[in-house]
């Protein structure tokens, strides 16, 4: 018990000056004759320091530093009882009489038969302990100790008269001075419900203490504890008071066992400490939550204060005082001195001082112990008993006497002591000039440590010092103590100090924050080992403020780990999944051995936190990372692998990677079919079929999904971690909300998913595993079979990881987390949820200003009634073909869905890359013929009599597809009855030509089809297919079309063409082909058609070999014209030239097909001129242009031998050439364009100059036609007659529908000398200039007369010829550059 004396007590000072003592506080506890055991210490600090913990509603400092903002505890209760219970629970010791017994209460009740008697046993008891050798314990101050008897007399039980009396007896012998009558207990124990009176014990009762054990007690910045009464203390309470003889030597509950004052005015220089040993005889254990003092009045509690003043003022004090007298009286005498101690103060202080021996030549000493009565003993406890009634000023200059001695008798401990109470005195004196002498401290600590090997010395001098320090504001210096006594002896000492330590850092002006978090992860890892899992786990949480987020991933993991395991074990669940979660979830630097167990270990304490709740929601599991905004979701069946020669159509699929500009073509081509369906219009509401979603697509709008057709997720996994990552049962978590066929939602929303697989099937993949640091996709499907709407809400699995081993830092697995084979068994359910980010919105102003995210709904499709579904195989489809190769396939439709199919077209950028074959059965060849070689042509078998003479037969465009407005792009496909029925497939043939281009094509295909129940929701379906063909070079066709000179003309009026065709063969050794044969030349013309070759040679075969060229000659001549009709009907002519024995017919499929889907293809490229201003011009211009038009197309076909795996093919093929203009080469195949030289840069002013509308040298030269007959050798006597004169008929042809007005001129013009030579060798004769008007395509002869004077070879082409259109003012003039030299010898005879 400790009683606060709430005034102030006075004493005198051996000079008789009076001193005030404030705040003197005595400690009361048992006689215990065993000294307390080590251990019994250790543990009850332990639990001193494990009972105190941070309260749940104390307000944490804020302190913000630098970056930090930090939520630190302001105070730590927890050190701060240690410190008081360390302080108090320390043994006496030789050196020191701070814990020394000054006085004795002798206690005995009123009710027993000789108090009388009982006292004398007790005081014989007493002067035993004290005098006989036997007990080493408890230690006493001095020989005489202090003894006062105190008579408890029980008001309630017991006899108030004869307690008076046994006290009056008591006076008689003890004094006044000595003894006191206590009266408790004022009311019995079944009164005390009645009415609450506070319990006057609860603030000095020590929850945790040595049971018996002195208390010892302290303010909250201890200094010193001092015993000082020795009394027996009977319980007050109204509990079994009876005595026994005999002292108990085990420990027992007191019932009022002590407990540190909560005083919170205790400053460091306040409050003094007094304690007093009392010999207990018997108690009974006090129970816990037992309301002590339940039977005392407020009267008992006043009497009780007044026995402690009484027993302070009468008996304790005088006694204090008495013995300072003799101790002063006795080191004066010792020292020969005339003045006491007191005066001679100054002198000590201000004296010459005896240089002090440094530690080192001092080692080895501390074992020397002096004598109980030795003088310099005597010093120090002088100086501990004025330091105990705050006279510290005479204490210090004791202190520092004492040390002088101790110093020189190298008593090592002793001197140490002496130092460490020096150093507090000097702290404690009011007023005083002298500094804290820090210097005395740290020598007494390193003394204690390394000579005395006192550890409970050393740390009781660091606790004093780094108070005083830190009330001084030396964070710096007292941290430096904290950290410098800590050691491995003990975990929890340490723990405190660096706590303490780390405090001082974040106190001080600059707060080292990083200092601080360093020594707060050490302290956590002290108190962790001294098994306080609480405050380890609240050091780490603290220092983790400090290390999260700044790119300390190595700290952040070891300290996220440790605060796992240590939540887990305090059974903090949600904690440890939490901070095992953050080491798993941040970019880990560790070891992949550290990264498995931190897995195990996550794994574990998450299979027991998900136990403690088995039918409580999944939780969400943090691995492995998934990449939302890379899910990818994709409607309809998967394609299926070629089968042979059967190829299934490519289509979409998932394993093809996104392309901005093949889904652009994709959009176009869907576009374009759906317009020509809806007569050239795109309805308002169309939006383009999508069958696969992915980020780069449109998710604005729910995604439309066919029932009974499978919906798969492909959904982006990444293990971040360098362990494999082992998924089972994986699966996706949907919701559905069914509707009726009316399309009413049902009352019933249907949300979970195994529950309900008749509405939608689930696909559970059972493992999957994800090899370290892989980024892997996971496909999982699921199966409508109901219409309504669909949500994807994300994945539900299994996470564990493959066999894995070691463990983490040599720390252990957690228990129950076992390495080895059953870790295969680890692993928790969760889920992880899909969360996609739709594209920011950036229309309007506010979203412009605002960040905000439009929807994005890939994962909500609705389920719509079911459609047809197509499949398209391809059979015998060639990967590689020679330009221009004509190759015949097939191809299979397939309905295979519970739905018909209709309005089946194909739709494609290349039409003239395949064919179906003409609208008509006459014109399409069903089957691979009997003709030679299987040939894909239609072929009839020939005379040899027809040889080199045309075959004609005509075709109409519209037969093929290509009619006046149509789209060749979008091609019907000739379904018989043009329905497909479910179930039914139907093989169609299908014509290939290879590009005129060599190189890879790849070629896009888009069938559009509809179901016959017209659906709202779904309109139409498509199926895209992409072939890649590859071509290799074969022949390259050039041809040139001209007038023919000649006049005879079968057909009557003139017109007849040259069409010159030169065939090269370009092809490259590689592809295997020997040779070409041209077998066939057709022409194609509305107008034109070939008559027959020109330049036939003996050779009938048409070969070439690699690298060769063939020339060849045709005449061609305009149709008769009931053949031309209207060009509206589109209705051509085709002639066949053959060098074989078998004709093609080239107006069938698919030799016409191919030329009309070229022809239309090029047509498309030339773009119509612009209209100028000049009309009248422009009309001349374009009536000259026609002259030189013509429209004759030539078909070349031909055949190759190629020889493959010894065994040799045939393949055969055609090229087309379009011929427009007469003179003007055209190719079979685009030529390449050469880049044009650089040209200088001018820089000059444009003028602004209409075009000039003049026609071209070339048209020019085709308005009028000229030709010079003559013989082409004449034999004149020169000798006879000398000049020769020759008759030249000159023909002019009009070849325009318009009037022509000529002016012909017959006189050389001369430009230069040579010109003079060539021609001044022979001239005309007659007029030199003739006007004549030609109607239109009228042919006029003129007679001329050319004279010569020698002999030799001349030019007659020299006429020039002028025209201009009747009607029009400009002439100009025909060019004869194009003509043929006009040749005529001259020979003399």
């Known amino acids: 018990m400790a009683k606060v004396l709430f005034f102030m007590v006075h004493m005198r000072d051996p000079n008789n000056q009076l001193h005030v003592i404030k705040n003197l506080k005595i400690a009361v506890s048992n006689i215990i004759t065993q000294p307390p055991q080590p251990g019994a210490i250790r543990k009850l600090l332990n639990d001193v320091v494990s009972g105190s913990q941070p309260a749940d509603g104390l307000v944490a400092n804020v302190i913000t530093a630098g970056d930090y903002d930090l939520n630190i505890s302001a105070t730590t209760p927890w050190f701060e009882s240690y410190r008081e219970t360390f302080l108090q629970s320390m043994p006496a010791s030789d050196h020191e009489f701070l814990n020394y017994y000054l006085a004795c209460m002798l206690v005995a009740s009123s009710s027993e038969a000789e108090p009388m008697e009982q006292f004398g046993k007790l005081s014989q008891e007493q002067h035993r302990i004290q005098h006989n050798n036997d007990y080493s314990y408890p230690k006493w101050f001095i020989p005489n100790t202090l003894k006062y008897y105190v008579l408890l007399h ?34 019995t124990s079944n009164q005390a419900s009645d009415e609450q009176i506070p319990d006057p014990w609860s603030q000095y009762l020590q929850k945790n203490s040595i049971q018996n054990q002195e208390s010892y007690e302290d303010g ?72 002590h003092g339940a039977c005392l009045t407020l009267t008992d509690h006043d009497r009780i204060r007044q026995f402690v003043q009484e027993f302070t003022f009468r008996g304790l004090l005088p006694h204090i005082e008495k013995t300072i007298r003799q101790l002063n009286d006795q080191l004066i005498s010792r020292k020969g001195l005339s003045r006491s101690l007191f005066s001679a103060t100054k002198k000590w202080f201000s004296g010459s001082k005896v240089p002090e021996k440094s530690i080192n030549e001092l080692k080895n000493t501390s074992g020397l112990l002096y004598p109980p009565e030795a003088p310099e003993l005597q010093i120090r406890k002088m100086a501990d008993l004025c330091f105990l009634v705050q006279h510290y000023d005479l204490a210090y200059s ?25 150093a507090v005195s000097a702290f404690l004196q009011q007023g005083a000039a002298r500094p804290y002498p820090a210097h005395y401290m740290d020598t007494a600590i390193q003394t204690y440590r390394d000579i005395c090997k006192n550890m409970i010395l050393a740390e009781r001098c660091v606790l004093l010092s780094a108070e005083i320090l830190k009330s001084q504001s030396k964070y710096s210096e007292a941290a430096a103590l904290l950290i410098r006594l800590t050691s491995e002896d003990s975990d929890l000492r340490s723990a405190l100090l660096l706590e303490q330590a780390a405090h001082c850092f974040i106190n001080m002006k600059s707060p080292m924050v990083r200092k601080y978090a360093f020594h707060m992860i050490l302290a956590g890892h002290r108190f962790s080992k001294a098994g306080q899992k609480k405050h380890a786990l609240r050091c780490y949480c603290q220092a983790m403020q400090v290390y999260k987020g700044k790119g300390w991933s190595l700290a952040e993991d070891h300290i996220n780990f440790t605060i796992g395991r240590q939540s887990y074990t305090l059974r903090q669940l949600d904690n440890a999944v939490s901070a095992f979660r ?167 929303v249907k949300e979970l998913v195994t529950s309900e697989p008749e509405m939608i099937g ?113 059979i015998h489809f060639p990967t590689g073909l020679l330009c221009g190769e004509i190759r015949k396939a097939y191809v299979e439709f397939v309905n295979v869905s519970k739905c018909p199919l209709t309005g089946l077209k194909v739709v494609c950028k290349r039409p003239e890359f395949f064919t179906f074959g003409g609208n008509t059965a006459a014109l399409t060849p069903l089957s691979p013929s009997a003709s030679e070689n299987c040939s894909a042509y239609k072929t009839v078998v020939t005379e040899s009599t027809s040889v080199c003479t045309a075959l004609t037969s ?22 018989p009855d043009t329905v497909l029925l479910p179930g039914a497939s139907v093989q169609l043939p299908l014509w290939l030509r290879g590009p005129d281009e060599e190189g890879v094509h790849e070629i896009n295909f888009l069938f559009y089809y509809e179901s016959v129940k017209k659906l709202p929701k779904i309109r139409h ?35 007849n063409m040259l069409v010159f065709v030169d065939v090269e063969n370009i092809n490259t050794s590689e592809a295997g082909v020997k040779e070409f044969h041209i077998v066939q030349v057709s022409s194609s013309s509305k107008h034109w058609k070939l008559q027959k070759s020109v330049n036939l040679s003996e050779n009938k075969d048409a070969k070439l070999g690699s690298r060769e060229k063939g020339k060849f000659c045709f005449k061609a001549i305009r149709c008769k014209e009931k053949e031309v009709a209207t060009q509206s009907s589109e209705k051509y002519t085709f002639a066949d030239i053959i060098f074989g024995n078998e004709q093609i017919i080239s107006s069938a499929s698919p030799c016409a097909d191919f030329f009309y889907r070229s022809l239309s293809s090029e047509l498309k490229k030339v773009q119509p001129s612009a209209h100028t201003e000049k009309q009248s011009v422009e009309d001349a211009v374009r009536l000259i242009q026609k002259c030189s038009e013509v429209d004759l197309n030539v078909v070349i076909l031909w055949k190759a031998y190629v020889v493959e795996d010894s065994k040799q093919l045939i393949l055969e093929g055609q090229h087309h050439v379009i011929l427009h203009t007469v003179g003007k080469e055209a190719y079979s195949s685009p030529q390449k364009q050469e880049p044009p030289e650089m040209e200088p ?10 075009v000039s509308s003049r026609p071209s040298v070339e048209q020019l030269s085709s308005l009028i036609k000229t030709s010079l007959h003559y013989p082409e050798s004449l034999n004149h006597p020169f000798h006879q007659k000398s000049l020769c004169l020759v008759p030249v008929t000159l023909l002019l042809s009009n070849c325009s529908k318009a009037d022509v007005d000529v002016i012909v001129d017959l006189r050389h013009k001369t430009t230069s000398p040579e010109s003079l030579e060539i021609h001044g060798s022979f001239t005309w004769l007659g007029q030199t200039q003739y006007k004549l008007q030609l109607k239109s395509e009228e042919i006029h002869s003129l007679q001329l007369k050319a004279c010569f004077v020698h002999t030799g070879v001349y030019n007659l082409g020299t006429p020039r010829v002028f025209a201009k259109l009747s009607d029009q003012v400009t002439v100009f003039e025909t060019s004869q550059q194009n003509s043929m030299p006009a040749l005529i010898i001259i020979n003399n005879v």
Not at 398 to 422: I, P, R, S, V, W
Not at 843 to 865: A, F, H, M, N
Not at 954 to 975: H, K, N, T, W
Not at 1241 to 1250: H, S, V, Y
């Open 154 to 187: 029980d008001v309630s039980a017991g006899d108030e008269q004869r307690a008076e009396s046994i006290y009056e007896e008591m006076k008689q012998k003890y004094g006044t001075q000595g003894c006191y009558l206590l009266k408790i207990n004022s009311r």
């Open 954 to 975: 005509s075709a109409s465009s519209v037969d093929f597809g290509i009619g006046i407005g149509s789209q060749p792009e979008v091609i019907p496909v000739p379904l």
């Open 220 to 291: 909250p910045c201890t200094i010193s504890s001092n015993k000082n009464s020795d009394s027996n203390l009977l319980s007050l309470d109204g509990l079994d008071n009876e005595v026994k003889d005999g002292l108990p030597n085990n420990f027992r509950a007191h019932p009022l066992q002590l407990d540190s004052s909560s005083d919170p005015s205790n400053n460091i220089d306040g409050p003094d400490h007094v304690k007093s040993a009392s010999s207990l005889h018997e108690t009974k254990k006090a129970n816990p939550g037992i309301i």
């Open 582 to 748: 953050h080491i798993l979830i941040n970019e880990s630097k560790q070891s992949a051995a550290q990264q498995g167990s931190f897995l195990r270990e996550y794994l574990y304490v998450y299979k027991n936190v998900s136990q403690l709740s088995p039918d409580g929601p999944l939780p969400q599991l943090p691995l492995p990372y998934i990449n939302s905004s890379a899910t990818r979701v994709f409607f309809g069946h998967d394609r299926r692998p070629a089968d042979g020669e059967k190829q299934a159509a490519t289509h979409v699929s998932l394993d093809q990677e996104y392309d901005n500009e093949s889904s652009q073509q994709w959009r176009e081509l869907e576009e374009q079919v759906v317009a020509l369906v809806n007569k050239g219009v795109i309805p308002p509401n169309f939006h383009p079929t999508q069958y696969c979603l992915n980020s780069f697509s449109d998710n604005s709008r729910f995604p439309l999904a066919v029932v009974e057709e499978p919906i798969t997720v492909e959904v982006a996994f990444r293990n971040p971690l360098k362990v494999p990552l082992l998924l089972t049962n994986l699966s996706l978590l949907w919701k559905f909300q069914p509707k009726d066929c009316s399309g009413k939602n049902d009352e019933e």
């Open 398 to 422: 004791c202190y520092h006497t004492a040390k002088k001695d101790f110093l020189n008798d190298q008593a090592m401990l002793y001197a140490a002591g002496a130092l460490e109470m020096a």
């Open 1241 to 1250: 840069l001018k820089f000059f002013r444009p003028e602004n100059t209409a």
């Open 762 to 874: 689930t696909e559970v993949i059972s493992e999957f595993l994800i090899n370290s640091e892989e980024s892997k996709v996971a496909r999982l499907k699921l199966f409508p079979h109901h219409i309504g709407e669909l949500h994807i809400l994300g994945v539900v699995y299994n996470l564990g990881t493959i066999q894995g081993s070691t463990t983490v830092d040599g720390i252990g697995a957690l228990p129950g987390c076992h390495t080895g084979k059953q870790s295969l068994s680890m692993s928790v359910r969760g889920r992880q949820d899909l969360e996609i980010q739709g594209p920011r919105l950036n229309s309007t102003k506010e979203e412009k200003t605002s960040i905000t995210y439009g929807p994005d709904r890939r994962l909500d499709p609705i389920i719509v009634e079911e459609m047809p579904l197509l499949e398209v195989f391809f």
């Open 1021 to 1055: 379906r498509i199926l895209r297919h992409t072939a890649v063909i590859c071509t290799s070079r074969s022949l390259n066709v050039r041809a040139t079309v001209c007038r023919s000179n000649s006049l005879e003309d079968e057909e009557g009026r003139g017109g």
